[in-house]
């Protein structure tokens, strides 16, 4: 039985969302992100699954040195293992879903039945890694921190203006400093380089359509790479939208996850 685990001086964390006895499902936070921000799909969770989410070295407020220590992947794959059962599904956000995608490439034995990846950073290998893509990388990143910053504003009675508002996500952004950014772009560039054609687990990968995280002519890519996976581009979501959309999600998972069974071991399809 999976308890809550603090976080732990590796900074690794785990933290039960749902209740009751049925399939697992573990959810991954993006960069700058927290395992609080999957809250408000829990509230909506439509109950068969247990929703856990992970607390892991990249949340807000992190000093970007646990890349030395490994990739996102790897360190998923370590905490997976730390929960002791098998993994039904696995839903990634953003740096999340990056983590996913390079964890399904090399799942360590057991493979979960389901993937949901929302709005990840995938680097098709056409891409040419030069300064122009860094500044594009960086511009979309602006755009995530920025609509999580909105999110958390929404609820406040009084918004800040536009001038104001663009200041709260400059300071946001440099708390991140030139040397999280720098980490933050080489794990986008590595996506390149994941070898997605021989992942057999069944992946949705959801983006809102003005999201520069993954851009049409990228999500086609991914889902060239990856067989198993379908993008799906939605018009009215940001890149948090498991966040806004929450209630909206909830549904669509359950529809997705009621049909998900496990990949058999030792087959090659």
Do not use: K
């Amino acid at each position: 039985m999976i308890v809550d685990a603090p976080t732990a001086s590796d900074g690794v964390g785990v933290h039960r969302l749902t209740g009751g006895g049925g399939p697992l499902v573990v959810a991954v936070h993006g960069a700058e992100g927290s395992w609080r921000e999957w809250q408000p799909l829990a509230a909506a969770w439509p109950g068969r699954h247990r929703l856990v989410a992970l607390d892991l070295p990249w949340r807000a407020g992190n000093d970007y040195g646990w890349e030395l220590r490994g990739t996102p992947g790897q360190w998923l794959g370590d905490a997976v293992d730390r929960l002791g059962e098998p993994v039904h599904a696995v839903l990634g956000h953003s740096l999340g879903g990056n983590a996913v995608l390079e964890w399904l490439c090399a799942p360590r034995g057991h493979e979960p039945a389901a993937a949901v990846l929302f709005a990840p950073f995938y680097r098709p290998v056409t891409d040419t890694v030069d300064a122009a893509l860094e500044r594009e990388f960086r511009a979309a990143f602006r755009v995530a921190v920025a609509d999580g910053i909105r999110i958390a504003l929404s609820t406040r009675a009084q918004r800040p203006d536009e001038q104001l508002f663009e200041s709260i996500v400059d300071t946001a952004l440099n708390r991140v400093g030139e040397h999280g950014l720098g980490v933050l772009f080489r794990q986008f560039v590595a996506t390149g380089a994941f070898d997605l054609a021989g992942v057999r687990v069944p992946a949705r990968v959801l983006v809102g359509e003005t999201d520069p995280a993954l851009i049409a002519r990228r999500g086609a890519a991914l889902a060239a790479a990856m067989p198993t996976a379908a993008v799906s581009y939605r018009p009215d979501y940001g890149h948090c939208f498991h966040i806004s959309h929450a209630d909206r999600i909830a549904a669509e998972l359950a529809a997705f996850l009621a049909d998900a069974t496990p990949v058999p071991l030792g087959t090659g399809e």
